[in-house]
């Protein structure tokens, strides 16, 4: 696969259940972020990574746990969530921080 | 305000007319723009981007233009097509490591 793909690209879950979200990418980037996309509003950034580092965390509660093994992956974990977290969860990638940035599809949540 | 914003929310053009979509950035700081294109169901698309350096840069079809005096942005597409109707968005990046700032998007619509 090329580009940036993320999965599951749906989720529904309950407020008291565990889950991850997960990104790849392959542009050979070192920057990976996450965005929280709601209905009428602009992009959220939630997280930045460059060289698998956290270089930003935009006062995201600690229900959502970024987590970067390497430069290729990147993964949000879930857990007792608030139904006005539902949203598009997007990921993104750069070569270099705030440059052009590759989207992925997205991950469609529902919290009920 | 701190945001980037657009001025429309919505912009009904006919087909194989010419679209203009704007954007208005409140820092003038910035240093660099993009603007992406964001279709139902999928991530924001790259489309062209335009440094403070600039004043106009061309694609295929699109044209950016930056006016730093008044701190507009805008996007011109030539010959608007049935596969241009999407959300559009123009982006800024402020400096330092939080990557670029979103505006709230552009619905584009393409009347037959």
């Known amino acids: 696969e090329t580009g940036v793909t993320q999965t599951p690209r749906h989720l529904v879950m309950g407020m008291t259940n565990k889950k991850s979200l997960k990104c790849e990418q392959h542009?050979?980037?070192?920057?990976m972020y996450w965005y929280k996309q709601s209905a009428k509003k602009p992009l959220e950034l939630m997280f930045v990574?460059?060289?698998?580092?956290?270089?930003e965390n935009n006062s995201v509660p600690s229900r959502f746990s970024p987590e970067c093994p390497n430069s290729s992956h990147l993964f949000l974990h879930l857990h007792t969530l608030q139904p006005e977290d539902s949203a598009l969860y997007l990921c993104?990638?750069?070569?270099?921080?705030?440059?052009?940035?590759?989207f992925g599809p997205g991950t469609r949540l529902t919290v009920t | 305000g701190e945001s980037v914003g657009l001025h429309l929310p919505t912009l009904s053009v006919q087909e194989g007319d010419n679209s203009i979509i704007n954007c208005a950035y409140s820092?003038?700081?910035?240093?660099?723009f993009i603007w992406y294109k964001q279709e139902s169901g999928k991530g924001p698309q790259f489309i062209i981007d335009?440094?403070?350096?600039?004043d106009k840069r061309q694609g295929q079809r699109v044209t950016v233009l930056l006016n730093k005096t008044v701190k507009h942005l805008s996007l011109q597409i030539a010959a608007t097509q049935p596969g241009d109707s999407a959300v559009y968005f123009c982006?800024?990046?402020?400096?330092?490591?939080?990557?670029?700032?979103f505006g709230k998007g552009t619905h584009l619509i393409i009347q037959p």
């Open positions: 993104a990638s750069s070569q270099l921080v705030a440059y052009e940035q590759y």
């Open positions: 542009l050979g980037h070192n920057a």
């Open positions: 990574y460059s060289l698998e580092e956290r270089v």
């Open positions: 820092n003038s700081a910035s240093d660099y």
């Open positions: 335009i440094r403070s350096n600039m």
């Open positions: 982006a800024e990046r402020r400096g330092g490591a939080d990557g670029l700032t």
